[in-house]
């Protein structure tokens, strides 16, 4: 089995996830809740700040019920024999 980092979509070196992350924690960007709202995914980071599915496969800052800037997830997606295993978690988000 295979660890996959993902920045959006694009995949990085496991060293650039970390340090992504890291500075995304830093500033209170990590995930801290998940719930659906209307059949898309909303998450609550760790300083308040939401973000909710855009239903474009993206994600944008929520601010008084409406989608402001797009920002990016961070995943950490395991493969095996080349396919995805589907047990990839979201950890944190970033502005793009």
């Known amino acids: 089995m295979v660890t996959k980092f993902y920045l959006g979509y694009t995949e990085v070196p496991e060293d650039k996830y970390e340090e992504t992350k890291a500075a995304?924690?830093?500033?209170?960007?990590?995930?801290?809740?998940?719930?659906?709202?209307?059949?898309?995914?909303?998450?609550?980071?760790?300083?308040?700040?939401v973000i909710m599915a855009n239903g474009d496969a993206g994600f944008n800052r929520v601010e008084n019920g409406e989608l402001k800037?797009?920002?990016?997830?961070?995943?950490?997606n395991e493969w095996a024999q080349g396919e995805s295993l589907g047990t990839g978690r979201a950890e944190f988000f970033f502005k793009e």
Not at 29 to 45: C, H, M, Q, S
Not at 69 to 76: K, L, M, P, R, S
């Open 24 to 49: 995304a924690l830093r500033d209170g960007n990590g995930i801290a809740g998940r719930r659906e709202v209307d059949g898309k995914p909303e998450y609550t980071l760790a300083n308040g700040t």
């Open 69 to 76: 800037e797009q920002w990016q997830v961070g995943t950490a």
